[in-house]
């Protein structure tokens, strides 16, 4: 008898429906060709949330949802497992000593935000027309090989072809900082080394950018006293996903589970 691909998933005796598993395995990655690896993530993460609520239960908690952002209130569910991390999980806040460990191992990692002089050409159109989009990209990828392949001719196709004011400037939009541009735009900006070119065009809501980045200035590094704060919350947060991790792998020891391997 040949061993199912997906077998149930049983936790202490509550099997949890194929059905949620495949709902579930939406929100998890996994390549196109080993749908089976977003499904075992589904399972494990179903099994925990599991774990979790018949302990709530168990501990008799009771729990009024809260808001968790405007008009957005917590799952009865939620705020079970909520209550159950505050009554169960304690953790002791960093010492000074070890938050000035953790800040020496590595001073500079601590700067100020970076500067960046860019210029760009946008191909404007709406990425949800699949149409337009299509369009839009190949002009946008003509006019990128055009600029490497002739760097002095950027401010003239900028303003021959782009859709953003910055044309009348060749493009240039001064000096950008961390936030002024769509995320992708600056996922771009952080990956490019002075005087380089985006060498595939970038879609963001706006349409296709060719970028070029002119200059970069990285902040400064910052003083201790500046950065402690940040250091000793990233500290806290750290130590308390580790001790839910410890937790969760208690009650999935003591736990009669088939169908996933949690310890894996």
């Known amino acids: 008898m040949t061993k ?55 501990r008799a908690i009771d729990v009024d949802p809260q808001e968790v952002a405007p008009g957005q209130i917590e799952t009865e569910d939620e705020a079970l497992i909520r209550a159950l991390l505050e009554d169960a999980v304690e953790v002791t806040p960093p010492s000074e000593e070890d938050i000035q460990v953790e800040w020496s191992r590595d001073p500079t990692r601590f700067r100020a935000p970076p500067l960046w002089e860019a210029a760009h050409i946008l191909i404007a159109c709406d990425p949800r027309n699949e149409a337009q989009r299509e369009t839009a990209e190949a002009r946008a990828r003509a006019l990128a090989t055009e600029a490497i392949e002739k760097p002095k001719s950027f401010a003239r196709l900028a303003k021959e072809n782009s ?62 006293e ?23 792998a208690e009650l999935a020891a003591r736990a009669d589970i088939s169908g996933v391997d949690l310890a894996a």
């Not at 691909?5 to 949620?20: E, H, K």
């Not at 598993?21 to 060709?33: G, K, T």
């Not at 947060?237 to 580790?242: D, E, G, L, V, Y």
């Open 226 to 248: 500046t950065v402690r704060p940040r250091i000793a919350e990233a500290m806290e947060k750290a130590a308390w996903t580790r001790a839910v991790r410890a937790f969760v």
């Open 4 to 58: 199912p691909l997906f077998p149930d998933v049983v936790v202490n005796g509550q099997t949890i429906p194929s059905a949620a598993i495949a709902a579930e395995a939406q929100h998890h990655n996994s390549p196109s060709d080993k749908p089976g690896i977003a499904w075992r993530k589904a399972a494990n993460a179903l099994a925990v949330r599991a774990l979790l609520l018949q302990e709530a239960e168990q």
């Open 163 to 224: 859709d953003c004011s910055s044309r009348g400037e060749g493009g240039f939009l001064g000096q950008l900082g961390p936030g002024d541009t769509v995320p992708e735009f600056e996922k771009a900006l952080r990956a490019l080394g002075e005087g380089e070119l985006t060498a595939e065009p970038v879609l963001s809501r706006f349409g296709w950018h060719v970028i070029r980045l002119d200059a970069v200035a990285e902040g400064a590094p910052l003083p201790y």
